[in-house]
């Protein structure tokens, strides 16, 4: 059974960075798309951003492009969400997703692992 353990949250003052790790627990890992999502407390699930399995198509949401980057280590079986210029509206839960499908990659019904989250912050 797939298992993705997330890591990097925390508080941090409006304009700082964080950098979010996502560590999958099977061999399989290059076998999956990957993607981040966050919820926002009374908010809906949104796509964040994704990356293909070879890591060579990569995906933003709008209101992220520019100041986040994923990336993946196939051999370290790890994703990475680095996170500049954040502001307030990015405080969520953001959770890391693992998929067999390897597009669509915006819709969350692509994923069929999901971690259990790890809460970002950031202040005004």
């Known amino acids: 059974q797939v298992q993705l353990v997330e890591s990097g949250g925390g508080l941090v003052q409006a304009g700082g960075s964080l950098r979010l790790l996502c560590a999958f627990s099977?061999?399989?890992?290059?076998?999956?798309?990957m993607g981040w999502f966050r919820q926002a407390p009374g908010k809906e699930r949104e796509f964040v951003t994704a990356?293909?399995?070879?890591?060579?198509?990569?995906y933003y949401a709008d209101s992220v492009k520019g100041r986040f980057t994923i990336s993946r280590d196939n051999a370290k079986k790890k994703v990475s969400l680095q996170m500049n210029s954040l502001k307030p509206e990015d405080t969520a839960v953001y959770y890391c997703a693992a998929g067999g499908l390897n597009y669509d990659l915006e819709y969350s019904r692509s994923y069929d692992y999901w971690g259990q989250g790890t809460q970002v912050t950031v202040s005004s």
């Open positions: 099977e061999r399989t890992f290059s076998n999956y798309a």
């Open positions: 990356i293909s399995r070879s890591g060579n198509d990569i």
